[in-house]
Nanobody
Framework: QVQLVESGGGLVQPGGSLRLSCAIS????????IGWFRQAPGKEREGISC????????WYADSVQGRLALSRDTAKDTAYLQMNSLKPEDTAVYYC???????????????????WGQGTQVTVSS
């Protein structure tokens, strides 16, 4: 069974940093895409970034460009989302998701992904 588990969320002051982790298990495809999303109360789920396992290419939404960095550890089957210069507007539940085996997908579209983690809360407040 495919399982994704996010961790690393918490309370941080504006301007601070956090690193989120996404541990992936049970996913046998070699080439796939890992996406990161966030959802604030009362808002739709927003795609913010994704990374391809083929060549580690990354894509970032304009809202987080320059403040986020994706990486992954192949040996640990874990993806990381480094978040810097955090703003109160970044407060949300953050999710990781994976999709593979199909050509038609959108990095930032939640409907493109097949498996999801449970989410981890990030709160940016003083």
């Amino acid at each position: 069974q495919v399982q994704l588990v996010e961790s690393g969320g918490g309370l941080v002051q504006p301007g601070g940093s956090l690193r989120l982790s996404c541990a992936i298990s049970g996913f046998t495809l070699k080439h796939y895409v890992i996406g990161w999303f966030r959802q604030a109360p009362g808002k739709e789920r927003e795609g913010i970034s994704c990374i391809s396992t083929t060549d580690d290419s990354t894509w970032y939404a304009d809202s987080v460009q320059g403040r986020l960095a994706l990486s992954r550890d192949t040996a640990k089957d874990t993806a990381y989302l480094q978040m810097n210069s955090l703003k109160p507007e970044d407060t949300a539940v953050y999710y990781c998701a994976v999709v593979g085996g199909r050509a038609d997908y959108n990095c930032y579209d939640p409907d493109s992904y097949d498996y999801w983690g449970q989410g981890t809360q990030v709160t940016v407040s003083s």
